[in-house]
């Protein structure tokens, strides 16, 4: 195991400052120059072997094992026609590897893209198993796969229900938690100008698991990104803050300190730093770029600095973040104290923008492309 991790963190490391006599190549997956690396990332450790996606001699993304002894090995070649497909999200739950793949549905009559995508089901032995499949997202890129209460669950698409939370306990078939945009949609669609139905969907991403309960971002019925609590057993809530309104475009959901830290906007701060402790409402943690600006027809509009790609390390909160002064830059908050300048990496009011390493694509999906 503990060779394992080294190779995954000198892949992981490979931009950094290394003595490259304690390194050595493990496979040559692309031989064919600089110009077609096979890139490896999207590292997960399962069963004492090392799993990751990279691009073969072919430049398609396929799915490698590795047992720290021999050469990888392609656990399946998903794409016999070298159609592009990344296995996404990979999850351990019930000691059996899963993950996502998506490729894209032919839409040369229309305007809009849709995408065939895969949840599998992998044993470290036989072959992937598929658990479900869903054709018809808008999005290729669906949410995490996450463990709460000893179930997996996750975004997944259906006619019927638009894009939903799912629950899986390993048994049964995956089921529908809850359709909570419920209803349909049309527009318009291509140079036919064609009525289309969609079934409208909350689309639940950054689930998280806190205080025995599962958290996430959704769009409520009036099609503006809220906050959601599921118990695992009632439908899941609206979340509240201290004026009563519910939480307004939340997003990357982060545990730290026994707190539920996101970003979150209103009309006074902007999208801006807030906490949640699981029993007060949730508020405002620091207003870091603070101040409004003026908008050509003379609108007051609150500054953001709008914090992301969360991450915990050495029992600190690590973010990025533009307090106004350095641009976007690395920031740390200890719970306690305000947040600081980490380092400012491209100095002045440009950003470096630094954000997760060997992370593509985001582990957080965009807003809808249609409107309603």
């Not at 690396?37 to 490698?64: G, H, M, Q, T, V």
């Not at 990357?252 to 009309?267: G, I, K, Q, R, S």
């Not at 920031?331 to 923008?353: F, K």
Request: aromatic letters at 16%.
């Amino acid at each position: 195991m503990r060779q394992l991790l080294h190779i995954a963190l000198a892949f992981f490391w490979c931009n950094s400052i290394v003595n490259a006599q304690n390194l050595s190549m493990v496979f040559d997956i692309n031989p064919f120059g600089s110009e077609s690396s096979s890139n490896p990332s999207n590292f997960f450790i399962f069963n004492d072997k090392l799993y990751f996606s990279a691009k073969d001699a072919r430049l398609i993304d396929e799915y490698w094992e590795y047992d720290g002894i021999g050469d990888p090995v392609i656990v399946k070649d998903f794409i016999p026609q070298l159609d592009n497909m990344l296995p996404l999200y990979l999850t351990e739950f019930n000691n059996k590897l899963y993950f996502y793949t998506y490729t894209e549905i032919d839409t040369s009559r229309w305007s809009r893209l849709y995408y065939d995508v895969k949840i599998w089901e992998y044993d470290g032995s036989n072959y992937p198993h598929l658990l479900k499949s869903y054709s018809g997202s808008q999005h290729k890129f669906p949410s995490e796969l996450v463990v709460f209460n000893n179930k997996l669950y996750f975004n997944a698409f259906d006619t019927a229900n638009g894009e939903e939370l799912w629950v899986y306990d390993g048994s049964d078939d995956p089921k529908l938690v809850k359709d909570i945009y419920p209803g349909f949609s049309y527009y318009e669609e291509g140079d036919y100008e064609k009525r289309k139905k969609y079934a409208n969907g909350s689309r639940p991403h950054h689930l998280t698991a806190f205080k025995n309960c599962l958290y996430f971002c959704g769009y409520h019925s009036d099609n503006r990104l809220r906050l959601w609590v599921y118990d695992g057993i009632n439908d899941p809530v609206l979340i509240k803050d201290n004026t009563g309104n519910p939480v307004l475009y939340p997003s990357e959901l982060m545990v730290f300190n026994n707190t539920l830290y996101f970003c979150a906007h209103d009309t006074i701060h902007g999208s801006e730093l807030w906490g949640y402790d699981g029993i007060n409402n949730p508020a405002l943690e620091i207003d870091i770029y603070p101040g409004f600006r003026i908008e050509e027809e003379g609108k007051h509009i609150a500054n953001n600095s709008s914090p992301s790609n969360f991450t915990v390390f050495n029992n600190k909160l690590h973010f990025t973040a533009n307090d106004g002064i350095h641009g976007k830059e690395l920031m740390v908050y200890d719970g306690i104290n305000d947040p600081v300048l980490v380092n400012d990496i491209r100095q002045g009011i440009n950003s470096s923008s630094p954000s997760e390493a060997g992370c593509w694509p985001s582990r957080y999906p965009a807003r809808r492309p249609f409107p309603r």
